[in-house]
């Protein structure tokens, strides 16, 4: 504790002896309440503090209240109707469908993302020739740029450019697959059949989202010693063996803040719907609570209700987050945060 | 106290700001919270200037009229065109009009807060449900018995039943702008190429069909977000079929009202066309501006149900020689209700009133002059749509065989000219979105007539079940 405190933020005070039991203490405080200190009290805590009360907490204070009343969002009139929003919610037929839709996203957007992203982060790293010095494939700085390129285009365009290429009659991917003689795919609907929309959906996304993802990996991967590659190459180890023995264990860390994000995407992923699905696809198959949250507040005029909807929201993202990070202490990380 | 106390170690810096991103990457939440709630105090306190027959409303000199106008197809340089014409009238007066494509959005913190403009056109994808805000509207029956700037009654200049939309519960409280009339749109060039005449029943539709087919194109087809212009069509004729009965049922929201049997035969008779194979597959993952190009540009299927916005609509994607024209929607048999030439005509944008806003008579005053001579004859002419004023557009339609023919339907319906108040295009109750669903799949040959009616009906009994929407009472 000690060393924590005078290795701390303010270098060049150091703790008084006994320790931090007696700082708090009013002669410690007149003694030490420096111009310096005050200004770094105030640009580094008061200020942050007062911005993320004023502009997070509140606002979800407020929401959460919000979500107990009848608001329709147009008069600043309300009445308080206790948890029946959340009653109505839960026999929702609709809403609950896009909970579903969103908790499988949930499950198969970061689980294949990061499966490929690892997948080629480990070819461009280490994965080259067995000879000489831990490599990757040849040109791999060429790969990483290219595969960096979709994430540099928006969201919403790269919602766009799909939703153009699923086009059942003018569409690139009809027109490819037509040409090569299959022809039961002349005007068939990517986006417009229950069977096919919400991968064809999820496709787009894992599309986007690869070659930042990739590049993390690499990252990580570029921080590990190639000794320790070298040594697990000695040793016998093959390339799929390397990967799950030795590189997945040493990025654990930023597996884990990866699988965070993006799970959060998914579970949001509006903007890719409102450009692929804005009506929610074939069957409601590809609605998802935030665009039934948009339609309840603002077409349909009941933000007491959708409030209640960005509750949950906020408690399956919590719980998400919370679950990945049981599953990483489970599997032997150590740590919450990467040290 | 301070950081020293208790050390804010990098980890649990850390694990909180990974907390905080958690929590704002699910700003869908934050996204519900208010700016605090203002008063709602500032009702129409503003002094009042001196009412006369050329200043009806008493707009006070030098204040001014907050316009907020939807910026979709129709732009909003016609409401400056107005805004010009109060200012000319008005001494003293400034209309400032400022363009949103976002109306529920932009305006919401306004309306909250309790200060609102002073007229809105509340149009286009994210119109304010008025149904939410009716409470807070402005009775307009002053505006249209209010004589315009030439001198008539307003009421006596516009077309017939063009108040009922905008009616709920008696009050008259949208004005709805731009005059549409729902048709099948058709090319008259290519069926008279080919010899086809306007099908008038939904089987003469289906032996159209065939003769297309014959010719290697489609009779319909649609896109994902307009699936429903086949309910509004196919209401349309189910009314024409049944009379009012249909629509009040609808309207009301009565349990069992798709069962109906003019709704239902209406149901049978696009079934047929849709099993027959007639419809262009792909519509439910088409966006449907594309779609509508297949109809327009590449004449891929040759009928479109559709508002008579579409000529403005498709302007850039319309093959020359297309001769756009509208044909009333087909009836069941040929002795339904109403004939054939009855018209289903609403209008669109609906401007509307706020009472809290700072100049309500402000707002009335440009309403006014968007209803005088000048100002509707401009809109006419520069859209190519009909404003609700009628005799503003001329026998050649400014070269439009679009409008032409609006005008031609307008005419042979006469008095048969019927609305309704809830559903599409109105939409009060916000269901559009979950009927996109069912229409998608029943127009795709995925479901059938029973699973239709039980999905419509479902998101029906919904809406009439739940208490906290406020319904209206349509007679």
């Not at chain 2, 907390?19 to 704002?24: G, I």
């Not at chain 2, 449907?288 to 302007?315: C, V």
């Not at chain 2, 100002?375 to 679009?402: E, H, M, Q, R």
């Not at chain 2, 029973?450 to 406020?470: E, M, N, P, R, W």
């Amino acid at each position: 504790m000690t060393t924590l405190a005078s290795g701390g933020v303010a270098s060049g005070v150091s703790a008084p002896p006994g320790g931090l039991r007696r700082i708090g203490s009013a002669r410690w405080r007149r003694r030490n309440l420096t111009f310096d200190k005050i200004s770094f009290f105030l640009v580094f805590l008061v200020i942050p503090v007062a911005f993320y009360i004023g502009f997070v907490v509140s606002p979800f204070v407020q929401a959460a209240y919000f979500s107990l009343t009848d608001w329709t969002g147009f008069t600043p009139a309300m009445n308080f109707i206790g948890l029946s929003n959340y009653a109505k919610l839960f026999t929702d037929s609709t809403f609950l469908q896009a909970m579903g839709n969103n908790i499988l996203m949930a499950i198969v957007v970061p689980i294949v993302t990061l499966g490929l992203a690892m997948f080629f982060a480990t070819l461009v790293t280490v994965g080259g020739s067995t000879r000489g010095n831990i490599k990757g494939l040849r040109n791999s700085s060429f790969y990483r740029v290219i595969s960096f390129f979709p994430y540099v285009i928006p969201a919403i365009v790269i919602g766009l450019i799909w939703s153009q290429i699923y086009d059942p009659s003018a569409g690139l991917l009809n027109g490819i697959l037509t040409r090569l003689g299959l022809e039961q795919f002349t005007s068939f609907a990517w986006l417009g059949d229950p069977r096919t929309a919400r991968w064809a959906v999820m496709f787009v996304i894992i599309w986007g989202l690869v070659g930042f993802y990739m590049v993390l990996f690499i990252a990580a991967i570029k921080g590990v010693p190639a000794e320790v590659f070298e040594a697990a190459r000695i040793d016998g180890a093959g390339r799929f063996r390397t990967a799950v023995s030795i590189t997945i264990p040493l990025i654990r860390e930023n597996v884990q803040t990866a699988f965070i994000y993006i799970g959060i995407l998914a579970l949001d992923a509006f903007v890719y719907m409102a450009a692929l699905e804005p009506g929610g696809g074939p069957d409601n198959t590809t609605l998802v609570m935030a665009q039934q949250l948009f339609t309840t507040a603002f077409a349909r005029g009941q933000f007491g209700y959708a409030c209640a909807m960005g509750v949950v929201l906020a408690v399956i993202t919590l719980a998400y987050a919370g679950l990945v990070f049981a599953v990483n202490r489970i599997f032997g990380g150590k740590s919450e945060v990467g040290e | 106290m301070g950081i020293y106390a208790k050390p804010l170690g990098r980890r649990d810096f850390l694990r909180g700001s990974l907390a905080a991103a958690a929590l704002a990457a699910t700003g869908s939440l934050a996204a519900c919270a208010t700016s605090g709630t203002g008063s709602s105090t500032s009702s129409s306190s503003a002094p009042a200037g001196q009412v006369s027959d050329t200043n009806p409303f008493g707009v006070q000199s030098g204040s001014t009229v907050d316009a907020v106008i939807f910026k979709g197809g129709y732009g909003i340089d016609y409401a400056e065109f107005a805004g010009k014409q109060v200012e000319a009238k008005q001494q003293g007066v400034t209309v400032k009009v400022s363009p949103t494509t976002k109306v529920a959005q932009t305006l919401q913190p306004r309306f909250v807060a309790g200060n609102p403009p002073d007229v809105i056109d509340n149009s286009g994808a994210g119109l304010i449900g008025v149904n939410t805000i009716r409470d807070q509207l402005a009775e307009l029956n002053d505006v249209i018995e209010a004589k315009n700037y030439e001198g008539t009654v307003i009421k006596d200049t516009l077309y017939q039943g063009v108040t009922e939309p905008g009616t709920f519960d008696g009050k008259f409280i949208v004005l709805n702008y731009a005059l549409s009339v729902f048709a099948i749109w058709y090319s008259a060039s290519l069926f008279e190429q080919n010899g086809w005449t306007v099908p008038k029943t939904y089987d003469e539709m289906l032996s159209l069909g065939e003769e297309a087919k014959g010719k290697g194109k489609y009779l319909l087809g649609w896109g994902k977000e307009a699936a429903t212009y086949y309910q509004t069509m196919a209401i349309g004729s189910a009314i024409k079929e049944g009379g009012d009965e249909v629509r009040l049922a609808l309207d009301n929201l009565k349990p069992g009202c798709w069962s109906l049997p003019p709704i239902q035969d209406v149901f049978n008779g696009l079934k047929k066309i849709i099993d027959a194979g007639y419809m262009k597959p792909g519509g439910s993952g088409t966006v449907f501006t594309a779609a509508q190009a297949q109809w327009s540009d590449a004449e891929e299927f040759i009928l479109y149900p559709s508002g008579s916005w579409i000529e403005n609509e498709m302007k850039d994607q319309t093959k020359s020689g297309f001769k756009m024209t509208g044909a009333p929607e087909p009836t069941v048999t040929s002795n339904s209700k109403l004939p054939w030439e009855a018209l289903h005509s609403a209008a669109g944008e609906g401007y509307i009133v706020p009472s809290q806003g700072k100049n309500v008579a402000g707002g009335k005053e440009f309403l006014r002059a968007m209803l005088s001579k000048d100002a509707a004859v401009n809109f006419a002419k520069t859209k190519l749509a009909s404003t609700i004023v009628k005799g503003t557009v001329p026998a050649d339609g400014f070269g439009s065989t679009a409008l032409q023919s609006q005008i031609k339907l307008l005419e042979a319906a006469g008095s048969n000219i019927f609305s309704w108040t809830v559903l599409n295009p109105a939409d009060l109750y916000g269901m559009n979105t979950d009927q996109l669903v069912v229409w998608n799949s029943f127009l795709s040959g995925d479901s059938d007539v029973a699973k239709l009616t039980k999905g419509l009906q479902d998101i029906t009994d919904k809406v009439a079940k739940d208490d906290s929407i406020k319904k209206v009472q349509v007679s």
